[in-house]
């Protein structure tokens, strides 16, 4: 069993800033790659920032910038720093990550947390 718990969303306003944690537990062996998404009532979940393994990043242009997403193998935690904060960028953020339970779990699989809420006033 694995689970991950977001934290850090709230309420701020407009050119506020927020920081994202999502930690991992359970039967891990190794994460694979880690990122954030984010959903909007009636529209699909986007993925906003992945991280490799290595580190390496990748950004929404909505976002590029002003976010950055980090990683702590160790403590099997992947964050989102989110600064110059819009009202665009309410949302609900969710954390994924590529998870192997053992060694031979060769690809991983991926596994959501519950989501946190975002919400930013003008």
């Known amino acids: 069993q694995v689970q991950l718990v977001e934290s850090g969303g709230g309420l701020v306003q407009a050119g506020g800033s927020l920081r994202l944690s999502c930690p991992a537990s359970g039967s891990i062996f190794a994460i694979n790659a880690m990122g954030w998404f984010r959903q909007v009532p009636g529209k699909q979940r986007k993925l906003v920032a992945p991280i490799t393994t290595g580190g390496s990043t990748n950004y929404a242009d909505s976002v590029k910038g002003r976010f950055t997403i980090s990683r702590d193998d160790a403590k099997n935690t992947v964050y989102l720093q989110m600064n110059s904060l819009k009202p665009e960028d309410t949302a609900v953020y969710y954390c994924?990550?590529?998870?192997?339970?053992?060694?031979?779990?060769?690809?991983?699989?991926?596994?959501w947390g519950k989501g946190t809420l975002v919400t930013v006033s003008s």
């Open positions: 994924n990550l590529v998870i192997r339970t053992t060694g031979w779990d060769y690809n991983g699989m991926d596994y």
